[in-house]
């Protein structure tokens, strides 16, 4: 209703952990599962009149027995047999058992996400030795609106509407080529990195929106004075410190002794207090290319690397930026 999730979203990954790529929400038949098993626990280690009286009563139930409930979600579950620790209390054990069975369930949760033919794409992609999952996922834990993580999400699960989405998956007698190129299937990850029409307007201004917000930040860690909304920013061809002992060039080509064709990386940070020089440049690929990207941008403004080394005397660096299109890093 307030497009929070979209309709064809994955909905296993609603209750994973948003550090692992989820939503972080609890599921609440989850939550009572585990506190079934929980109270199971504590009534059969904890001594005294009561908790037995308890126990024998519940066990005499033919419905909603919390000894039945518990056997039943524990078969749910592939775990080891939990042992109790001699010098915790009945609580602190079933309290250890509760966090063992949630873990576990967690866990077949993620499992089921990632054998999904289609969801199961992106939690792939990220099991991948190249991706930062702590940096790829923190976004998850920004304040972004519901709506907007939601589309994102999505797009991640490859769930959006697209003219491939209906034909494969929803079976409908469509044209499945994209609408913009008609040269390639139009799926989430060709809209969103590999249509050539779209290259020409919509991924140029992406690519300078991500350039220009990295270019804030430079700045401000320079202390150079910035406006406080970073989509505002406007970067200007040469900006300077205080001092004027840092320059950062933005979209500038460098003249060098030698034709160099790629001589214009997108920053230019020329430190000459420490006579250091970084070559920084951006690039938004599809996310199964991003560990390519990156070798590619080295290797391309190597020889500026080089050059620049040799005229300037600066020890210098290429810093290759690269973003999978949807957020993989």
């Known amino acids: ?30 939550a009572f599962k585990i506190a079934t098993i929980g109270l199971d626990h504590y009534l059969k280690n904890k001594d005294g009149q009561y908790p037995k009286q308890v126990l024998e009563h519940d066990t005499s139930k033919a419905k909603n027995s919390v000894n039945k409930n518990a056997i039943k979600f524990k078969g749910e579950v592939p775990i080891s047999e939990f042992e109790n620790k001699e010098d915790k209390s009945a ?9 063992m069975i949630k873990s576990k369930m967690k866990s077949v949760k993620k ?54 989405y209906q034909k494969v998956i929803c079976g409908q007698k469509v044209e499945s080529k994209c ?9 989430v990850d060709h809209i969103v990195s590999g249509c050539e029409v779209l290259a020409k307007t919509e991924y140029i201004s992406r690519h300078d929106k991500a350039a220009a ?6 700045c401000q860690d320079h202390d150079i004075e910035v406006i406080d909304k970073w989509y505002e920013h406007k970067p200007e061809s040469v900006t300077h410190n205080k001092d004027s002992k840092i320059t950062i060039m933005w979209d500038m080509p ?41 070798i590619e941008k080295k ?31």
């Open 1 to 30: 209703m307030h497009k929070m999730l979209h309709p064809k979203a994955d909905v296993e990954r609603l209750y994973i952990p948003r550090k692992d790529g989820g939503r972080g929400l609890i599921e609440v038949e989850t």
């Open 91 to 99: 609580s602190e054990n079933a309290k250890a058992l509760k966090n």
């Open 111 to 164: 499992e089921k996400w990632k054998n999904k033919a289609l969801h199961g794409q992106y939690p792939k992609l990220l099991e991948k030795p190249h991706v930062d999952i702590v940096t790829t996922n923190k976004w998850l834990s920004s304040n972004l609106k519901g709506e907007t993580e939601g589309l994102l999400v999505a797009a991640q699960d490859q769930a959006l509407n697209t003219r491939n």
């Open 179 to 187: 609408r913009m190129c008609s040269q390639y299937e139009e799926t």
């Open 213 to 218: 917000y990295l270019h804030w930040n430079i």
């Open 254 to 294: 460098v003249n060098t002794d030698r034709t160099i064709t790629a001589n214009r990386p997108d920053i230019i940070i020329k430190d000459s207090v420490n006579s250091t020089c970084k070559l920084i440049d951006m690039s938004i690929p599809s996310d199964r290319s991003i560990a390519l990207k990156e």
């Open 299 to 329: 290797s391309k403004y190597k020889d500026l690397e080089l050059e620049i080394q040799r005229m300037w005397q600066m020890k210098t660096e290429v810093i290759p930026v690269v973003v999978g299109a949807l957020g993989t890093i």
